[in-house]
């Protein structure tokens, strides 16, 4: 498989994950992926890509996600580099993995993981206080509705706001930046998004 290969990318997400809830989680850190990956000067296709696929294990094998995933990309030939940023998306290891470099957590030390770790956990958010505005639209949601609902412990409680804190930390951008960055990638693509 080519990991430049958007078409196939889809593909196995959507051999893999049948909720569209999902995969509409994995086209936003898509896009969230290739707003930073243009701030930044990177590669907009390894990064968009990263950002599509991520999550493609989780649906069918929560439990041990992403390592099954990982196991699956390497078997189909993806780089290490493309690889690792997929573990170091996650904060512990695979105790059970056949490979040892599974069993522990993968430091976020590249700016491709730092933002795939960032960007994950914040598009849920992004996307929960769209789906509360009466239009149900990503238009009508601003920094300041996002912040409301931010302090609103019960509102998208699965939401872990302190790994979105964590990972505006290590990206080194402040968190009111970088919601508003994740906010204008996903507005851009409402239209993929259908929010």
Known sequence: MDYRNREEIWQLVCEYTPSE??????????????????K????????????????????????RHPFHGL????AKGLPEEFLYAIRAHAD??????????????APRTRLVDKTLYAVDELTGLIIAVAYVRPSKKLADVDLQSIKK?????????????EDIER?????????????QNVLTALQH???????
């Not at 590669?43 to 439990?63: M, R, S």
């Not at 290590?170 to 970088?178: I, K, R």
């Not at 693509?189 to 929010?195: D, K, N, P, Q």
């Open 40 to 63: 930044y000067g990177a590669d907009e296709i390894f990064w968009g890509n990263l950002g599509l696929v991520h999550d493609f294990d989780y649906e069918k094998f929560p439990e």
């Open 149 to 161: 609902k931010w302090k609103d412990k019960a509102f998208a409680r699965g939401v872990k706001r």
């Open 92 to 105: 512990y290891g695979d105790p059970a993995a056949l490979e040892e470099k599974y069993r522990e957590p």
């Open 189 to 195: 693509a409402h239209e993929t998004l259908g929010v």
């Open 167 to 179: 990972g505006a930390r290590e990206l080194g951008v402040p968190l009111d930046e970088h919601i």
């Open 71 to 74: 196991e699956v990309l390497t």
């Open 21 to 38: 809830q999902l995969r509409k989680h994995m086209l936003a850190v898509e896009a969230a992926m290739k707003f930073y990956a243009r």
